[in-house]
């Protein structure tokens, strides 16, 4: 291949990279937001700071957003924070689509605390056009319990069954996986409210049987030295046989082992 084959081999490539991006579908986060969740997931999303454009699929969307910055002048400067997030809510975005909202940017310390209590946007195209209320819409997210900086707007959604999030496992769902050292591993959700949802009507769960890889795992040592050996993933079997059987079950199997 010559020099010239090759120019025209990279510039093509360029050429699909570009349209492959100029394709790709987006909701541009305007300036004072934070972007708290998209589609259930915290953090597990592609967001450009730079660009404060969040890459999306083709298809439904939720998006959650928080008004928040630091405004006013050197003298009176101080951190302005909505009480309540944005939900935005998007039906069925094209692949090409690029979408975000328009608002009255505030300029001030007085404006920021007066729209923080009101956010009234309009959503749009990127090119100003408003979308309909078919394409998308939004809503405040308010809680009976008030401002909270511990708050769970997942959850929130969750107790509401408006959460949309194809990737997420609720936390009586999750099962256990290893990390990247070999470690056991399982995360806790931070549902806080049990009464509030049937999702959480068992709170407890009797201790889980291990495979014999993970019961190695689990092993853990005594003070003196040297590992504490734990039960066996059979032993664990038969104990929990014998805790389901009714009490005559449990008589004749006493006597069974008393007698052997």
Do not use: W
């Not at 969750?158 to 056991?184: E, H, I």
């Amino acid at each position: 291949m010559n020099f010239k084959a090759v120019l025209k081999a990279g510039a093509a490539a360029a050429a699909i990279a570009c349209a492959f991006q100029i394709s790709a579908a987006e909701f541009v986060v305007p300036v004072h937001y934070s972007v708290e969740l998209v589609d259930g997931e915290t953090s597990e999303f592609d967001f450009n700071k730079d660009t404060r454009a969040i890459n999306l699929s083709a298809g439904r969307h939720q998006i959650v957003l928080l008004f928040e910055d630091t405004f006013g002048t050197s003298a009176n400067r101080r951190l302005v924070q909505a009480s309540n997030p944005i939900v935005v809510e998007i039906t069925n975005i094209p692949a090409d689509g690029s979408y975000t909202f328009d608002y009255p940017e505030p300029r001030g310390l007085e404006g920021a605390e007066n729209y923080a209590r009101t956010q009234k946007i309009t959503l749009t195209q990127t090119s100003g056009k408003p979308l309909a209320e078919s394409e998308a819409y939004y809503y405040i997210l308010a809680s009976e319990s008030g401002f909270s900086i511990l708050r769970d707007y997942r959850q929130d959604l969750m107790s509401l069954n408006r959460l949309y999030a194809p990737k997420y496992v609720q936390g009586s769902n999750r099962t256990v996986g290893m990390t990247y050292y070999g470690a056991p591993t399982i995360t806790a959700d931070t549902f806080s409210n049990p009464g509030a949802s049937s999702a959480a009507a068992n709170v407890t769960m009797a201790a889980p049987m291990t495979t014999a890889a993970q019961d190695a795992n689990l092993t853990t040592s005594s003070t003196s030295g040297g590992a504490v050996s734990g039960p066996s993933p059979q032993l664990r079997q038969l104990v929990s046989l014998y805790e389901s059987a009714d009490a005559e079950t449990k008589l004749q199997f006493v006597k069974y082992v008393m007698s052997h």
